[in-house]
């Protein structure tokens, strides 16, 4: 479908222990590399993703209106895993209790909060493959399982 709007600044990202969200566990070094990794979103990673995401992502500018009133973007973070050599990620999403919290005039359906919650879980998860991909040289002893979940 895509999507045609501005790219947005990417996410500052802030000392934070992943371990407290509930959709991530991290073991191990706890050096997140936070600082290089914004300065790769900075340097071009952001930029990227974002295209690849808007080329694909299913919301409309209504939905993506609705995630750029309430700040959801500037709520990503992004983090290195050195266990599982890999670059985790936390992505904002609509609470299951929006209706009470009124969040935005235009949020009127469960059918917007689950579809865009999913893209923005779409979102980070490009981002951390063009990090990967793209950007990250970090060398690491550990050989992760092949049944890793994804964050």
Same mark, same amino acid.
């Given at each position: 479908? !895509? +999507?045609?709007?501005? /790219?947005? &600044?990417?996410? *500052?990202?802030?000392?934070?222990?992943?371990?407290?969200? %509930?959709?991530?566990?991290?073991?191990?070094?706890?050096?997140?590399?936070?600082? %290089?990794? &914004?300065?790769? +979103?900075?340097?071009?990673?952001?930029?990227?993703?974002?295209?690849?995401? /808007?080329?694909? /992502?299913?919301?409309?500018?209504?939905?993506?209106? =609705?995630?750029?009133?309430? !700040?959801?973007? &500037?709520?990503?973070?992004?983090?290195?895993?050195?266990?599982?050599?890999?670059? !985790?990620?936390?992505?904002?999403?609509?609470? *299951?209790?929006?209706?009470?919290?009124?969040?935005?005039?235009?949020?009127?359906?469960?059918?917007?909060?689950?579809? =865009?919650?999913? %893209?923005?879980?779409?979102? !980070?998860? =490009?981002?951390?493959?063009? +990090?990967?991909?793209?950007? =990250?040289?970090?060398?690491?002893?550990?050989?992760?399982?092949?049944?890793?979940?994804?964050?």
């Amino acid at each position: 479908m !895509g +999507l045609d709007v501005d /790219t947005p &600044e990417p996410p *500052e990202l802030e000392a934070f222990d992943p371990n407290e969200y %509930e959709d991530a566990e991290v073991v191990g070094d706890t050096d997140f590399r936070r600082d %290089e990794i &914004e300065d790769f +979103l900075h340097d071009g990673a952001w930029d990227c993703a974002f295209g690849e995401w /808007t080329d694909h /992502t299913d919301l409309d500018t209504d939905d993506y209106d =609705i995630v750029t009133d309430i !700040g959801l973007i &500037e709520r990503f973070d992004f983090f290195w895993d050195s266990h599982a050599d890999r670059v !985790g990620y936390h992505a904002p999403g609509l609470p *299951e209790d929006w209706k009470q919290h009124d969040l935005h005039p235009d949020l009127d359906s469960w059918g917007t909060v689950s579809s =865009i919650n999913a %893209e923005l879980t779409e979102l !980070g998860q =490009i981002v951390c493959d063009v +990090l990967k991909d793209d950007y =990250i040289d970090w060398e690491t002893d550990y050989e992760p399982p092949e049944d890793l979940p994804d964050f």
